[in-house]
C-alpha cells in the first residue's frame, strides 16, 4: 500500500511539473502562425506603445488593425523581432517591416489591401486562422 501512495504521488508530481512547465512556457508565448507559437524576442516598451499607436493612427492605421492585428503579432512593438526573423507590428519578414512606425502602418495597410483585398478582410483572416 505504501508503494502504491508514494509511486501515485510521485507521478502526481511529475504530472504536475510537466503542466507547472507547459503553462510557464505558453504564458511567455506573444506570437503565432499558423497554429505554431512563437515567442518575441524583443518585449514591447509600455511607456512607448501609446506614442506608437498615435503614429500609427496618424499614419492611416485604425484601431481595429491595431487591436486585431498589431497587439497580437508584436504587441505594439516596431522593434519585434521573433526566432524566425519575423518582424516589426505586422510581423512580417517583408522591407516594410522595418522602418519608421509610419513606413510600417504604410507597409501593412497596402499588404492587406494586396493580399486580402481590404484591411477588413486581413483582420477576419487573422481572426480565423491566428497568422496572416
Known amino acids: 500500500m505504501?508503494?502504491?501512495l508514494f509511486a501515485t504521488t510521485a507521478a502526481a508530481g511529475i504530472i504536475a511539473s510537466g503542466f507547472g512547465a507547459q503553462?510557464?512556457?505558453s504564458e511567455n508565448?506573444?506570437?503565432s502562425t499558423q497554429n505554431t507559437n512563437y515567442t518575441t524576442t524583443q518585449v514591447a516598451d509600455t511607456s512607448?506603445?501609446?506614442e506608437v499607436y498615435k503614429e500609427f493612427?496618424?499614419?492611416g492605421g485604425t484601431k481595429a488593425l491595431w487591436d486585431n492585428i498589431v497587439m497580437?503579432?508584436?504587441s505594439g512593438n516596431p522593434n519585434a523581432v521573433n526566432e524566425l526573423g519575423y518582424r516589426g507590428l505586422g510581423q512580417t519578414k517583408e522591407a516594410w517591416g522595418t522602418g519608421s512606425v509610419t513606413e510600417q502602418t504604410k507597409g501593412m495597410i497596402n499588404y492587406a489591401k494586396e493580399r486580402y483585398g481590404s484591411v477588413e478582410a486581413a483582420i477576419a483572416f487573422r481572426q480565423a486562422n491566428n497568422w496572416w
Do not use: F, H, R
Open 29 to 31: 508565448t506573444n506570437y
Open 48 to 50: 512607448n506603445t501609446n
Open 2 to 4: 505504501k508503494k502504491l
Open 57 to 59: 493612427i496618424a499614419a
Open 23 to 25: 503553462a510557464d512556457a
Open 72 to 74: 497580437p503579432e508584436s
